[in-house]
Nanobody
Framework: EVQLVESGGGSGQAGGSLRLSCLAT?????MGWLRQAPGKEREAIAT????????WYADSVKGRFTISQDNAKNTLYLEMNSLKPNDTAVYYC??????????????????WGQGTQVTVSS
């Protein structure tokens, strides 16, 4: 069983930055971040494959958010820059064992954390 615990959420201002962390009991081949904004569907925003290759980003966050991981610490990060009010959402860390071709925005989540609230004010 893979357990994930997010931290780093909170309130931020438009144009500012926040850094989310996800501590995992085990680093899987495919890890990522998803979010669900009020009244919106859950969406994957970034994924990273431990075996290599470039991370995947949703168009809504491309160029502003950066996903990374520290394998030694079993920790996944999401650096959020140039925050916008519509970034307000509950952010979830997610993990799966998947081949690289499936580690995208439509990846099948096997485990995810409890979520952390991010609120961006204008």
């Amino acid at each position: 069983e893979v357990q994930l615990v997010e931290s780093g959420g909170g309130s931020g201002q438009a144009g500012g930055s926040l850094r989310l962390s996800c501590l995992a009991t085990y680093t899987t081949s495919c890890m990522g971040w998803l979010r669900q904004a009020p009244g919106k569907e859950r969406e994957a925003i970034a994924t990273i494959y431990s075996g290599g290759g470039s991370p995947w980003y949703a168009d809504s966050v491309k160029g502003r958010f950066t996903i990374s991981q520290d394998n030694a610490k079993n920790t996944l990060y999401l650096e959020m820059n140039s925050l916008k009010p519509n970034d307000t959402a509950v952010y979830y860390c997610a993990a799966s064992f998947l081949p690289s071709r499936l580690c995208t925005g439509r990846f099948s989540v096997s485990w995810w954390g409890q979520g952390t609230q991010v609120t961006v004010s204008s």
